[in-house]
Structures are given as structure tokens and as C-alpha cells.
């Protein structure tokens, strides 16, 4: 019997479960680490920096991919702080060649990254474009507000570094999305923020509303529902106004857009389900959400034994994604479609999600004019043949 023959022709066995859904995992190199100092910063751990150990990170890589259902044919990598830059470039350099080292056949590995891009240069510029890095930056507006919401350690200006950083993304025409927190303090200057990131050349933006969870409720930070809603439809009338639709693209809308008419939602806060989207801390501590970092929703501790099937499975059965559609008050709204009951991290203790009259004043708006339209790939086509012959 020729042994070494047989061998070859074996069939590899994957030996890691996949997991029931493709998920995601947000991972924090850096953990809380972070060269700046928002007055609203929503990480509980603030300012415990510590960098995932190469280890780890290759056992990461290498379960994570292994454990996505097999039909995945993208298989994406979410690199997120604190300040994500901090962990250096050599890290993602690593990172690239394990994700190749590991990378079935077929299946495309893509990277996205959010980062405050103070700490943005040419190397780093040229390392995203090169691997074709989806970046996000968070900026708040302009120079007031970012300076008064989003200073540096020492409490000074973090904006010029951060539109040096924006520059260099430019520069080397790297396609980057904006991701804008909302809060009380800014709801009443939508326009002028809108009109400010046009001017700056930002082709791509997100509007977050303010996260309630580490140290914004101490500083005085909050978002009322109605300002929620104030804030999205003066962004919604703005951006209709000047004639940007195709131009400008604000993920709130567009993901408004495409659930529609697909009935599926492009994020998770509109998902009828969530809790496919896993978070790792730089010591393997693996959360079933980044907003949900508590006892409650601790899967475990990764290492080389841990399998990521197990805690996706647990995750999707948790309590708080399974329900956030299921609530009461949804079931006859006539938005429900597109919200879907919203982020549980922003449900209170009396099972309302504290931004409803917001989300219903946004959806209502930007809903109006699909309302006559099919919710089907066909209503779509019709609907896209009716803005173009409304523009041209
Ligand atoms: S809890 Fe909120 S942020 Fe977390 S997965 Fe669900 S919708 Fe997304
Ligand atoms: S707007 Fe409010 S009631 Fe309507 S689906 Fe969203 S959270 Fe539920």
C-alpha cells in the first residue's frame, strides 16, 4: 500500500465548525487606545490600551476565515480602536500576508478601517490603496464643533490633523466615508454641516446617533428622539435640495433606498435580526456586539481552542437581537419596513428605543416619494427611470 499516495488523494477536512450565517468581527487592535479625547467617547475601557500579540492575531485570522459558511465568497475584516493606527503599520502588514497565507481560493478578503486619521501619512496611504483598505473617518464638522466635542489628550484642536489626514486620502484617491455623530449640541446645524463636508470634497457620508454607553451621559451628552429626526430630515432636505442624489451619498439614505426595495437592510440597527456582528478586544475577549461590552454578552476568550461557530451561534440567540423587531409598538408602524425597531442599545428599561419619534419623522420623509412604487426589483428600476427624468 503506497501510503504517501493515498495521503495526497485525501480530501483536506475542514476541521473548524462554520458557522450558520456569515458574520462579522470587529477587531480592536488596540484596544481602548486612543490619541484623542472625545468629550462623548463611548468605549467603557477608556484609555486601557493594549495590542493584540501576533499569537492571537494569527489564530484569529485563520479561525475566522476557516469559520465562515462556505457559500462566503467576501470574507471582510473590520479593524476599529480607540485609535486603530496606534497598533502601527507593521500590525496590518502582518495581518495582509496571514489573510493571503489563509485565503481559500476564490474568496475575496477585504479590509475596512475606522480611524480619527490624525495619524494618517503616505505610507500608511499607500499601504490602504495598495490593499484596497474601505476607510472610514470620523469627523464631527467644523473646527468649532470638532474642537469642542473631539479634542486631543491635552484638550487641543484635533481638526487640522484631521483634515491633513483627509487630504492624504484625496491625494491618493482613496475612497473614505465620514462618520458624523449627533447629539443635542449639534441638532440644530444639520445645514451647515452638510454644506461643510460637500465643501470639503466628502463624496460619502454616516450619521450616527450618539451612543449612550461610557462617558457621554457624565459629560452631559445626549440625543433626544425629536432631535434625531430634526437633525436626518434637514440633512434629507438639504441634500435633495441642492441636487446631490447620485453625487453625494449619505448611507442613511441610501440604506433606506436599498431595503426598500430588497427588503434586506445593509446594516444591522435596520436588520428585523442582529447579532452577527462579533467584537474581539485585543486580549481575545469576544462580545456578542460593540455596544453590548458587558457580562451579559461576553461569549468567551478566543484562542487557539475556541471556536467562532459556537459564539455566533450563541450570539444570534441572544435575547437582544432576537426581539428588536418584535416589540409592540412596531408591529402596526407604518416605517416599520426600513426601521425595523432600530439599535437594542438604544432600548431603555421601559422597552421603548428612545429615538422611535425620530426614526418614524426620518423614514416618514424619505419614504414619501417610494411609497408609490413596488417593492421589487422592477419598482426599483421604475423608481430610478423616474428621479433621472425628474433631474435631466
Ligand atoms: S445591538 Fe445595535 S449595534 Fe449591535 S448588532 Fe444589534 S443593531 Fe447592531
Ligand atoms: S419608528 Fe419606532 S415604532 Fe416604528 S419601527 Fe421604528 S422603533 Fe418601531
Known sequence: MNIALLRAQQIPVNTVPRASVPFHMLIKPIGAGCNLACNYCYYPQRDQAQKMDEALLESFIRQYIASQPRYSREINFVWQGGEPLLAGIGFYKKALALQQKYAPPGVLISNSLQTNATLLNPAWC?????HQFIVGVSLDGDRQIQDTHRPDKRGNSSYDAALRGIALLQQYQIEFNLLVVVHDGVADRAQEMYDHFVALGVRYLQFQ?????????????????????????????????????GQVFIMNIEHVYAQYFTHVSPNCVHSARCGGNLVMEPDGSVYACDHLIDAKHRLGRFDDASQFAGYVD????????????LRRECQSCSVKSVCQGGCPAHIGKDRYNRLCAGYYAFFSEVLAPLRSFARTAQGATLWRSSVISATS
Open 126 to 130: 499607500r499601504l490602504f490603496k495598495q
Open 209 to 245: 446617533p450618539l451612543m449612550l454607553e461610557g462617558d457621554a451621559p457624565a459629560a452631559g451628552y445626549g440625543l433626544s428622539a425629536a432631535n434625531w429626526g430634526r437633525f436626518m430630515v434637514a440633512i434629507y432636505r438639504r441634500w435633495r435640495s441642492q441636487g446631490h442624489l
Open 314 to 325: 450563541a450570539a444570534i440567540e441572544m435575547d437582544f437581537g432576537k426581539t428588536k423587531s
